[in-house]
Nanobody, 127 residues
Framework: QVQLVESGGGLVQAGGSLRLSCAAS????????MGWFRQAPGKEREFVAA????????YYADSVKGRFTISRDSAKITVYLQMNSLKPEDTAVYYC????????????????????WGQGTQVTVSS
């Protein structure tokens, strides 16, 4: 079992920055990759970014490429999402997730392939 706890959300003006954190505990050695997803009101959950735990390969949605950076701290068993140049359309609840199976490229963006999820943290970007 893997437990995930997100933090770092909040209210920020357009153009501003936020850093989300996701602290993992439990059987983290079994996590192959971790990802960030988001869900805005009335919309489906969408992929934001993912990182392989071993090796650190990263994958991004086109909508955030160049603005968001995913990283991990193996010693702290924590994944981060640095969000810069935020836009009002980035407003959503952001979820951290972990998967145990192999993925590469677009495959790491499938939310149904992630087994463990955090409770989510709200990010609101005002215009």
């Amino acid at each position: 079992q893997v437990q995930l706890v997100e933090s770092g959300g909040g209210l920020v003006q357009a153009g501003g920055s936020l850093r989300l954190s996701c602290a993992a505990s439990g059987r983290t050695f079994s996590a192959y990759a971790m990802g960030w997803f988001r869900q805005a009101p009335g919309k489906e959950r969408e992929f934001v970014a993912a990182i392989r735990w071993s090796g650190g390969s990263t994958y991004y949605a086109d909508s955030v490429k160049g603005r968001f950076t995913i990283s991990r701290d193996s010693a702290k068993i924590t994944v981060y999402l640095q969000m810069n140049s935020l836009k009002p359309e980035d407003t959503a609840v952001y979820y951290c997730a972990a998967r145990t199976g192999y993925c590469s490229g677009a495959g790491c963006g499938d939310p149904y392939s992630y087994k463990y999820w955090g409770q989510g943290t709200q990010v609101t970007v005002s215009s």
